[in-house]
């Protein structure tokens, strides 16, 4: 086999910038999915050597970004954008043992211990018989203590069964199964990592699912073990943790059909199918805003994921029951939102990763009340987009998930119907009128309402910006001295008397 065929077209571009004396290795998931055809962002090489020096080195060369990820173990990892926005991550690890293949023997499941020499791409390595393991669509572990050696390898082999539609044979199943206690003694990042990458499927609830009936969903986000069992007073019918997870099935659901249009699986869904007739035309915008990376190559879609399953969190926490018996969760999605920030935090999220996550989830229920509106004004528009920033965009389609997930079999059409309404007119702000609607170009600076108006610097000129750009989109003023009057009058009668920080008039 040619060198193009070997060997990924990333890989290729390593090699004027090795050094020949140290051998290494192209291994694991990234040979399966290469000579399976498939697409990955994700490369694994081993090195009989300094793998540190040598990641550091390659990323110097190629302009990519650098961190250790597990020192102990001689891993790093490298981080290269190719085009904006698309990155790929190549983890560079010491040989674990003294020769390639017992390395390979000592790797996670035997789909994943193979090789390629990086020095003769004809070197095939495949010393645990995984190719016919593929051929059979078995996950097996390469020896009896591998998930135990190494227990995040049972959310990959999670991720690896629903990716790739795999039956996991009985003893892999089992130290998977046992798996629960030792994850939580692995690092921060890996599970993170793992966990980003389940969510990363085209529709991660099956592996969500897979981990709850493994017992290890509730070891990785800890925060929805107090939501088991807590009912819901109608129309919901599912409890919280059934609700949440039936949220990241419709959700999956909802994006496949909103940005294909079509799925010979739902196609049948006259639900989903209005949502393609209503939403459809944002469909391009939509895959664009989701597929933007944060940090380090992970989504917004994988942070949409993310979010749906902390959206209800907090419900255990604020739940109360009324005279009448009534049980209600009166401001749950600020304390989700809490909960899901902390977890990021934990596992090492960025900061932007954080805020987004905490916006997600904090504004996810505020559709829902402009839906309780006669009509959606162009305020409310404004000061939805004004709180939920970026994080609008998931909010709104977390909102229709969330709708999705309340209801079985189906939802009242009518109900259904007003809510995708709602999402169309904040959806189309945001992409077909944002200059009028979100962020309008400004009528006065505030050094200009300073020195007019005779006014000291401070919050109350940011206040007063805040009033004339809300007038503004609502079409109240037009030019700067309409503004200049609006902001005389405001000073007259009280800013006391403006809401600034509702979603309604």
């Not at 007073?233 to 419709?250: G, I, S």
Request: one cysteine or more.
């Amino acid at each position: 086999m040619s060198l193009p065929s070997r060997l990924p077209e990333t890989v290729i571009k390593l090699l004027p910038y090795l050094d020949r004396d140290t051998p290494v290795w192209l291994v694991g998931g990234g040979v399966r999915d290469h000579l399976l055809g498939r697409h990955t962002v994700d490369l694994d090489f081993a090195v009989d050597g300094d793998a540190l020096r040598l990641a550091r080195h390659l990323a110097d060369r190629l302009g990519g970004h650098y961190y250790d990820l597990d020192k102990e173990r001689g891993t790093g990892r490298v981080i290269l954008e190719e085009e904006p926005g698309q990155c790929k991550t190549l983890d560079f690890a010491r040989l674990r043992g003294p020769d390639i293949n017992s390395d390979l023997r000592a790797r996670d499941f035997t789909i994943n211990a193979f090789a390629i020499s990086l020095r003769d791409p004809e070197q095939w390595l495949d010393p645990t018989g995984g190719s016919d393991d593929l051929k059979q669509k078995i996950l097996r572990t390469c020896s009896p203590n591998a998930v135990a050696d190494d227990p995040v390898r049972a959310l990959r082999a999670v991720r690896l069964t629903t990716e790739l539609d795999l039956r996991m044979e009985p003893e892999t199943l089992r130290q998977v199964q046992q798996a629960g206690p030792g994850l939580t003694r692995v690092s921060p990042e890996r599970v993170r990592d793992e966990v980003l990458r389940i969510l990363d499927a085209r529709r991660p609830g099956r592996g969500l699912h897979l981990l709850a009936h493994l017992s290890l969903l509730l070891v990785v986000f800890p925060e929805l073990t107090d939501i088991e069992g807590i009912e819901q007073p109608p129309p919901h019918v599912y409890n919280v943790l059934e609700h949440t997870l039936a949220v990241v099935d419709r959700l999956g659901d909802l994006l496949v059909v909103l940005e294909t249009g079509y799925d010979p699986e739902i196609a049948s869904d006259l639900i989903l199918a209005h949502a393609a007739q209503r939403l459809g035309r944002f469909s391009e915008q939509l895959s664009t805003h989701l597929d933007y990376t944060l940090s380090y190559g992970r989504r917004v879609r994988q942070l949409l994921f993310f979010a749906s399953l902390y959206h209800d969190a907090g419900k255990s926490i604020v739940r109360a029951i009324s005279p009448n018996g009534q049980t209600y969760f009166q401001g749950y999605e600020e304390i989700s939102a809490e909960l899901i920030e902390s977890r990021a935090v934990a596992l090492r999220m960025s900061n932007s990763e954080v805020r987004r996550l905490g916006q997600i989830v904090r504004h996810h229920v505020r559709p829902v009340i402009l839906e309780r509106s006669p009509t959606v004004t162009l305020r409310a528009i404004y000061r939805f987009y004004r709180q939920a920033g970026e994080a609008g965009v998931e909010a709104i389609l977390l909102s229709l998930a969330d709708f999705l997930g309340t209801y079985a079999p189906l939802a009242h059409q009518n109900a259904w119907e007003s809510r995708v309404e709602v999402a169309s007119t904040l959806l189309e702000a945001f992409f077909e009128a944002r200059e009028e609607r979100i962020d309008p170009p400004p009528l006065l600076r505030g050094d200009e309402l300073i020195q007019t108006m005779g006014l000291t610097s401070g919050p109350k000129i940011g206040q007063l910006l805040e009033i004339i750009r809300e007038a503004q989109v609502a079409g109240e003023v037009t030019s700067p001295a309409e503004a200049l009057a609006l902001a005389r009058r405001v000073i007259a009668e009280g800013l006391e008397g403006y809401n600034l920080s509702g979603v309604d008039d």
